[in-house]
């Protein structure tokens, strides 16, 4: 304080003021600054860096201590909840993805809960989910479908398309097949929407010896992993909040998001802080060592 003063005041005015003596205060500027307030101003821009990247706003102290130390930087993580309280840094809230369930068809008949009878999954590709999400833009809605692995929280297949046609939902399904990364006998998890039951959907799933299984009616919350990743991209995305200045805007977001960022680069606790691609090739690999 007694710096931002000085230009306008006398120095022992100032001291005498805040009850400081003059010669306490020259003995303190001229004092070195300690090894604990320089480490605090590195991880503080080490920090802040994290947080001005567009995807990384989310994280909070838990994923950011993580991230600090992968860069290098060695802190506890109430330290870096102290620091990012006191210099403002705020993990940017994750809204409530409110599920819009697409569309059913009455008169197909739905897939039994298959998802709702097997344990959490123990390996990569044996347990998917699938699930659409509305993208707006002002020159009109887009969609997006997606197809995760419950093990890895990886999205596998993904698709984006200007209508809900059951071609959103096999695209996402063939992009996914192409990864290598399903199991033979793997379960598909949606709910009951017209695009899920569509002819073109199932015989694509019995194509590649896939088993379909369904939310029950008016259910959609066992699809909890496609509704978190949706919430996720919702925040991490600044601009999915509000409507994309173009389709193509939107579609190159999406694309980066996904693909340089939420499958390579974000960290889920839930896979011990580190990224879906990281949490597959680790699995991948121990199981190769395994059968060697």
Not at 36 to 56: F, I, K, Q, W
Not at 228 to 253: I, M, T
Request: aromatic content about 8%.
């Amino acid at each position: 304080m007694i710096d931002a003063m000085r230009k306008n005041y006398k120095i022992t005015e100032l001291c005498d003021a805040l009850g400081v003596s003059p010669s306490g205060y020259h003995a303190a500027i001229k004092r070195p600054e300690s090894r604990r307030t320089t480490e605090n101003a590195l991880l503080l821009e080490a920090m802040t860096s994290v947080h001005e990247h567009r995807h990384t706003r989310s994280y909070g102290s838990p994923r950011m201590t993580v991230e600090l130390r992968d860069r290098g930087y060695r802190a506890s993580e109430n330290r870096v909840a102290r620091l990012m309280r006191r210099s403002g840094l705020r993990a940017r809230p994750r809204r409530p993805y409110r599920p819009k369930t697409t569309r059913p068809d009455h008169a197909a008949h739905p897939s039994p809960n298959l998802l709702a009878e097997v344990g959490p999954p123990v390996s990569p590709g044996a347990q998917l989910v699938s699930d659409i999400t509305y993208i707006p833009t002002k020159e009109g809605w887009l969609y997006l479908a997606v197809v995760i692995d419950l093990f890895s929280r990886a999205i596998l297949g993904w698709k984006i398309a200007d209508s809900l046609h059951s071609q959103i939902v096999t695209g996402a399904l063939l992009n996914a097949l192409r990864t290598g990364h399903i199991a033979a006998g793997a379960i598909f998890h949606s709910d009951r929407g017209c695009q899920y039951t569509a002819s073109s959907t199932r015989d694509l799933l019995h194509k590649h010896g896939l088993l379909q299984s369904m939310s029950a009616a008016g259910y959609c919350y066992d699809n909890a992993f496609a509704e978190s990743a949706f919430a996720s991209l919702k925040a991490e995305l600044p601009d999915a909040e509000q409507p994309f200045p173009s389709k193509q805007a939107a579609r190159l977001a999406i694309f980066d998001y996904i693909e340089t960022f939420y499958n390579r680069r974000r960290r889920h606790t839930s896979l011990g802080s580190i990224s879906p691609f990281d949490y597959l090739q680790i699995n991948f690999t121990t199981k190769n060592k395994n059968l060697n």
